[in-house]
């Protein structure tokens, strides 16, 4: 791999502005129509009502409340890769952030969309906003759901501003290059950044402020959404364990996605040059990491349970380990650790292909993981004769893969419009420079990687 | 102080004949859903009579326990609502406002005891079966999550009656519409915080029990346990 | 101008002033001018009396004002009139002390149903096609009454017995009008038809007693029950009095708490909470009661006197019975028997009580003639804490006579009768000409073997008073609906459930919804333009004319402490739902009658060698829809069964032992067969019945009986033979056998996830 300049560094980074193939079209094409027909399949819901889904008592919360945990946690990749990493000066992390902060905004906004739709009156969301309401009343502080609104909003509004912060310097040069209309709409996104020192010097301060902050927040939010189960008296709900286990698998399957939409950009950008094998192994053993992790949790949990014999939970217990749900959970358990694990921990198998697979596995594993936390506590709280099955139906099935479905579509357009790797970034690699402060300025030649 | 609402079910008195169920559904408007939405676990019985067998033919106990909302002095259900619509009176019920319900459907979460019923659908009535419904009670549409309220409409009634004629309200006065019905008057109702009651006097007797009440909920239902007969076969 | 005038005109002409400025359709209903006087907001309590079954409990109805869509010649329009809202127990009434049943409840639902027949309908398609046009009263009526003067134009011989009055049963004043209406046409005894007719208990009551009539058990002060099969705790004789007794005997008397034990081959509800429950073989219910009584004579513990005159072996103390030459037979070791007689005999007062499926087999008269003897023995008749015969009441004067040459000498049961003229239709097709139908539903609740469907097919002339089209009155040619119950005069002396002398009465609670009229008045207007002799026996105008002068029967026999004359006795009955005695002595113990033949123990007969069909086949009132009349009530279709907890089916009970050696599953589809018919419905895995016993409730299975209960399970009754009860006639609906099989994978729909309270497939240590 040649060393590359800082003008190809550039025109590699920006080419995929420049057009799009019929191939890309096509794929636009279908995620756009699955998520259209998610759309109509919820104002289907809305306007028959929500009985076309399949929740039902006791399973009050099905497949939305699962998408809804699962988007949230996949957003914890921005925050790890971006802030963690950037704290602790690795270098490595350059290519990779941008690719890693758009995956959390994208998720957070469509996990936030969750909330909304598995509402009963959806039309009604907004009494969740603190604002002095003709109705003499404030909402409920003490409802998890209330910590949910708060810390989701606080983390999107610092995602966001976290993902567009190092985004300007970028805008700015493809308002540079451009002309015409796009000269005009970049112009006015690019917020007026001439690269000043002054202006560098702002703009690093900002990002150091944010990746501070956004790390307890990050912590927190997918704490708050696991206490929106552990507050609640339902067999195998109430545990202290969840606020760190939550979190874990929030990173884990954040790191999955990211894994898996690098290998993906990599391929159909081009950018096999930017993207090495170097990152996808750093990442895979993080992946490793949290896979070790999660199965720790998972293990202390069933442990524990196990070892206290309490009836409800071990109804829930046996359910998922050896009843009806069984299937489910030990295909969890394949995708989460037994699958991931060999390849992630076998250097010879650690390749780019190795980490997707492994990816995969644990993005449909975590997936699984929400719902069996979810689903068979439900269905098994402490009244034998109050038990119930749930089953999904098509408005719901179409709602989750038209979030798939969107993720990928927006992830596309946002690749098409701006460039997915950070381009001045990667270029003030540090290399040549003390390691104490990160770069201030571009370095107009060091373009080693 | 104000009353505190409570009940007591003698199971030694219970036949499981349902009459509470359907009592229940007319007083309180509850919409039947139908064969298909029952399937789906809509059917809405505030009040239903819970059934276990134990043991194998011809050995076999048969246990009624007739299950409403216990109306919890620490009800799980009533901080985890964000708009308060499940919240705690001062006569110690807990009250479901309708209006303030936008279904999150986590209080039917957190109740232990399965007794919130979602309206998952508006509730309809073939007509002229619309007229049955009782005037006094607020209809729920769709997207509303609903319970037994100790028949608080007749509560209200006797309270305002007892007011207007400047005198208390008296022990065995009111009757939710499951207690009114009970064949075997397993059900009764009555003030808790009044110590001569015979709601209080019944509840303090040795057969009673909280269900679930190690969860810490503090139900307001006490149930009488199953009684064994102490008789022999000498006179 | 009279002020009800002008507001009639200005009312008028203001709404069609205002509908024309409203372009919303909705509003282009006119309102009609309100015909009764209600605030808004207030609720009244009238007294009314619950007909779903045949306990009469006495109830209160809350009525307000609401506004309800009808139809008043021919214009649909808007009309505020007193709705009935919710139906209680009437608190005063001396059978159910303001208490009620989950039917009683369901009875509001009979009222505003979609499907009611809402005015007089013609046949206009084939017999049974479901194709009428609504015609007006006058016309319904004229065609009635030129069909009956056609008939009596005929002229005896020919016109004698060629119509029938088939009905659901019958209370007071309207029985009496009936039954004159139909003797004076000189037609055959009014059948009374319902499925769970009680009629062997009256025979056995009648042999050991003298009294044809269901028992009244004072539970409430009992100390010791035996019940052999009777659902008394949910549809047996007078389900809600007996629960109020069994409440008392349970929790109502400090430091006394009563026993109860049930025996039963299959856990009834009532079984359900039984402190002991014993399996009994079908059929040997009876043995088993002789088996107790033989250790009471035995070992002394009552003195003997002439309880079992009626048995034979009584007087050498059934030495047949003895326990462990018995045991064998019935299942129960001779331990168990002695110990329950001792129990029994030391626990005074002890009753026992027989019903349901124990009198419905073969033996079913033997049963209950042994359970009697038992009662006697126990020294439980006319004592409190036993049982005893509500003294009830009917008006003397005037009393219907049946006319010579009309009776039917064919056992004492309505419903066989009705088979047997059945039979006769379908052989003889002009041996029914006219033939009238109140209500009841044999085309149903009679088996496919007894063939009523298609007698009632030959008959030429058919008219229904029913509210309903069901599988019976489909077949009307002419249809007259009644109001429903609660816009009805009702009179009730219910038959048993109280020790006072009971008379309820209740005035409609509301005015008619439809254009329908009160089935009594029908009959009194057709008598009067009939005329003569007819004319004559029915003297009165309207119905309520009718109670008004039996009430003033009543207060001449019974005299009132407390009205002043016969229109105050009547105002006081009807404020407080009729008249009842105060406290009474019981009538003196009824004697034992000596018979020429006593009973004795028959091996019960069922259809079907074991071989083939390995199954007894069970079927039961259900706690819901009772004998199948009350299926169309949305709120009973979707009140969980309280055992199975089935909602809007039907299922077949099967013994979990059973189901998992055939290797069935909850909810499979089994198709079950007698000799005489088929059907499928799902299975219930349950541990409450009997290995060798299927059982499946009553009351689904409808074909056509509304939305609600139309193509929805199966009717367990259409597959039983045509066994009858020895002695008495009646069907012997616990005697068929069964085999099943299974048809494939089905649905079960039910509110309880779990049979027990630690799911088998949970349990791991």
């Keep these: 791999m040649a060393a590359k300049t800082p003008e190809q560094i550039t025109d590699d980074l920006l080419r995929p502005l420049e057009g799009a193939s019929g191939r890309y079209w096509s794929f636009l094409a279908l995620f756009a129509g699955i998520a259209v027909a998610a759309l109509c399949a919820f104002s289907w819901q809305v306007y028959a009502g929500i009985g076309v889904a399949g929740i039902r008592r006791p399973v009050f919360w099905g497949f939305y409340i699962t998408n809804f945990v699962f988007w949230i946690g996949l957003s914890h990749a921005g925050t790890l890769i971006s802030a963690i990493l950037r704290l602790a000066n690795a270098t490595w992390r350059r290519p990779v952030t941008r690719c890693a902060e758009v995956i959390t905004v994208f998720a957070l906004s469509i996990g936030a969309t969750f909330p909304i739709i598995h509402l009963g009156r959806p039309w009604l969301a907004f009494w969740l906003f603190p604002y002095p309401s003709e109705r003499g009343i404030w909402p409920n502080i003490r409802s998890p759901l209330l910590w949910d609104f708060f810390a989701i909003n606080t983390y999107l509004l610092g995602s966001v501003t976290f993902l567009l912060l190092p985004m300007i310097p970028d805008l700015a040069l493809i308002r540079d290059r451009a002309i015409g209309l796009r000269k005009r709409i970049y112009t006015i996104v690019a917020l007026g950044w001439r690269g000043t020192p002054k202006q560098w010097h702002r703009l690093e301060s900002a990002m150091q402020i944010m990746a501070v902050a956004v790390i307890p927040v990050a912590v927190s939010v997918h704490s708050i959404v696991s206490w929106d189960f552990a507050m609640a008296p339902v067999p195998a709900w109430h545990s202290t364990i969840f606020a760190p286990y939550f979190v874990c698998g929030a990173i884990f399957s954040g790191i999955a996605a990211l894994i898996i939409a690098m290998a993906l950009l990599r391929k159909f950008l081009g950018l096999e040059d930017y993207l090495l094998r170097i990152h996808f192994e750093n990442l895979g053993k993080l992946l490793l990491v949290m896979s070790l992790l999660w199965f720790y949790f998972v293990f202390a949990e069933r442990l524990t349970v196990w070892y206290g014999n309490d009836p409800s939970e071990m109804t829930v217990f046996w359910v998922t380990q050896t009843g009806s749900f069984s299937p489910l959970f030990w295909l969890m358990v394949v995708c989460n650790f037994v699958i991931p694990f060999p390849i992630l921990a076998i250097k010879k198998l650690r390749t780019i292909t190795g980490c997707v697979i492994a990816s995969i596995g644990v993005v449909i594993g975590m997936w699984l993981e929400r719902f069996l936390i979810i689903v068979p506590s439900l269905s098994h709280k402490y009244l034998p004769y109050s038990f119930g099955t749930y089953r999904p139906t098509w408005v719901e099935i179409t709602i989750t893969a038209g979030t798939f479905a969107g993720m990928a579509m927006l992830y596309m357009i946002f690749a098409k419009t701006v460039p997915i790797i950070s381009i001045w970034e990667l270029k003030a690699a540090p290399e040549a420079r003390s390691n104490h402060a990160p770069a201030l300025a571009p370095v107009p030649d060091s373009g080693a990687d | 102080m104000s009353h505190q609402w409570g009940m007591v079910i003698d199971l030694d008195r219970c036949t499981g004949c349902e009459a509470c169920v359907v009592a229940c559904h007319a007083e309180n408007n509850i919409s039947t859903v139908g064969e298909d939405q029952a399937s789906r676990g809509r059917a809405k019985h505030w009040i239903r009579v819970e059934r276990y067998f134990e043991g194998e033919f011809p050995d076999v106990k048969t246990k009624f326990m007739p299950v409403l909302c216990q109306q919890c002095d620490a009800a799980p259900c009533e901080p985890v609502c964000p708009t308060f619509a499940s919240y705690h009176t001062i006569e110690g019920l807990n009250g479901q406002v309708y209006n303030r319900c936008i279904g999150t459907r986590y209080c039917a979460n957190a109740c232990p005891y399965s007794v919130r019923f979602f309206n998952w659908y508006n509730p309809e009535w073939d007509k002229p079966l619309n007229l049955q419904l009782n005037p006094d009670v607020s209809l729920r549409e769709v997207g509303v999550m609903e319970k037994c309220t100790f028949c608080v409409q007749r509560i209200k009634a006797a309270e305002i009656q007892a007011e207007a004629e400047k005198r208390a309200v008296k022990d065995g006065e009111i009757q939710p519409a499951c207690v009114q019905s009970c064949p075997t008057r397993a059900m009764v109702f009555g003030d808790l915080s009044d110590p001569d009651s015979e709601v209080s006097r019944l509840a303090g007797g040795n057969r009673g029990m909280k269900l679930l009440g190690e969860l810490g909920t503090l139900p307001k239902v006490t149930y009488l346990q199953k009684d064994s007969w102490h008789g022999s076969e000498n006179a | ?765």
């Design chain 3, 1 to 765: 101008m009279q002020r009800r005038d002008f507001i009639k005109i200005t009312a008028a002409g203001g709404a069609a002033a205002a509908l024309e400025g409203c372009g919303n359709p909705d509003h282009h209903l006119i309102r009609f001018i309100p015909e009764e006087d209600l605030l808004p907001g207030i609720a009244t309590w009238k007294p009314s009396i619950c007909t779903l079954c045949p306990a009469g409990c006495g109830t209160q109805v809350r009525v307000m004002q609401g506004e309800a869509e009808v139809i008043r010649n021919g214009q649909l329009g808007i009309l505020k009139m007193g709705l009935a809202k919710k139906i209680e127990g009437n608190p005063a009434h001396p059978i159910n002390q303001g208490r009620l049943c989950p039917r009683g409840h369901g009875e509001l639902q009979v009222t505003y149903h979609p499907d009611r027949i809402k005015s007089p309908l013609k046949r206009t398609g084939e017999r049974g096609s479901g194709q009428y046009k609504e015609i007006t009263w006058d016309e319904a009526i004229q065609q009635l009454v030129s069909q009956l003067s056609a008939l009596r134009a005929e002229g005896a011989p020919k016109a004698q017995g060629r119509l029938a009055f088939v009905s659901a049963p019958l209370r007071g004043q309207r029985r009496h009008i009936v039954q004159h209406f139909v003797y004076g046409l000189d037609g055959l005894p009014p059948f009374e038809f319902e499925f769970f007719n009680g009629e062997v208990i009256r025979a056995a009551n009648a042999t050991t007693f003298g009294r044809s009539a269901l028992p009244t058990v004072d539970l409430g002060q009992s100390n010791y029950v035996i019940s052999f099969g009777a659902d008394f705790l949910g549809t047996w004789n007078s389900p809600v009095a007996q629960a109020v007794g069994y409440g008392q005997m349970r929790k109502g008397r400090p430091g006394q708490r009563g026993k109860f034990v049930q025996v039963e081959s299959r856990i009834s509800q009532t079984g359900a909470s039984a402190d002991e429950f014993i399996a009994c073989p079908p059929g040997s219910e009876g043995a088993f009661a002789l088996s107790l009584a033989h250790v009471i004579l035995n070992e002394k513990l009552r003195p003997v006197g002439a309880a079992g005159r009626a048995i034979a072996q009584w007087a050498t103390g059934l030495p047949e019975y003895a326990p462990d030459k018995i045991e064998k037979q019935i299942g129960v070791s001779a331990a168990t028997i002695t110990r329950i007689a001792r129990e029994a005999a030391a626990n005074s007062p002890s009753v026992a009580l027989i019903g349901d499926a124990a009198t419905a087999h073969t033996n079913g008269l033997f049963n209950g003639l042994a359970v009697n003897a038992l009662n006697v023995l126990l020294g439980s008749v006319d004592r409190p804490g036993g049982l005893l015969f509500s003294p009830g009441w009917e008006p003397k004067s005037e009393r219907p006579v049946l006319p010579p040459g009309l009776e039917l000498a064919r056992g004492t049961d309505p419903n066989e009768t009705l088979h047997y003229v059945a039979g006769e239709i379908i052989s003889k097709s002009d041996r029914i000409k006219v033939l009238l139908l109140n209500g009841s539903n044999p085309a149903f609740a009679s088996p496919s073997a007894w063939q009523i469907r298609e007698a009632f097919q030959k008959v030429p002339f058919i008219a229904s008073f029913g509210s309903f089209i069901d599988e019976t009155s489909m077949l009307a040619d002419l249809i007259l609906p009644d109001h429903s119950p609660l816009e009805s005069w009702l009179d009730d002396s219910p038959e048993s459930g109280s020790s006072q002398t009971v008379v309820s009465l209740a005035p409609p609670a509301m005015a008619p919804l439809h254009n329908t009229r009160s089935m009594p008045d029908v009959l009194l207007d057709v008598a009067q333009q009939l005329g003569g002799d007819l004319a004559k026996a029915l003297p009165w105008k309207t119905y309520d004319e009718a109670l008004k002068a039996s009430f003033t029967e009543l207060y001449k026999e019974k005299g009132s402490k407390n009205a002043k004359d016969a229109d105050d006795f009547w105002s006081k009955a009807l404020a407080q739902g009729g008249w009842w005695s105060a406290d009474e002595k019981p009538s003196a113990p009824a004697s034992v009658k000596e018979t020429a033949s006593p009973s004795k123990y028959t091996e019960p007969q069922f259809d079907g060698s074991a071989n083939d069909f390995p199954f007894y086949f069970l079927p039961f009132a259900s706690q819901m829809f009772y004998d199948g009349s009350l299926a169309h009530l949305p709120w009973m279709q979707e009140a969980p069964d309280p055992l199975s907890s089935v909602m809007w089916g039907t299922w077949v009970e099967i013994n979990n032992r059973t189901a998992e050696k055939l290797g069935l599953k909850m909810g499979d589809t089994l198709e079950v067969a007698s000799a005489h018919g088929t059907l499928q419905a799902p299975a219930l895995v349950t541990p409450a019945i009997a290995p060798d016993v299927i059982a499946m409730p009553v009351g689904q299975g409808h074909h056509n009986f509304t939305r609600y209960a139309t193509g929805r399970g199966a009717n367990p009754i259409s597959i039983l033979a045509p066994m009858t009860v020895e002695g008495t006639g009646s069907l012997a609906w616990a005697a068929t056998r069964v085999k099943i099989s299974r048809v494939g994978e089905g649905k079960l729909v039910m509110f309880g996830a779990s049979m027990e309270e630690t799911p088998k497939d949970l349990k791991h240590r």
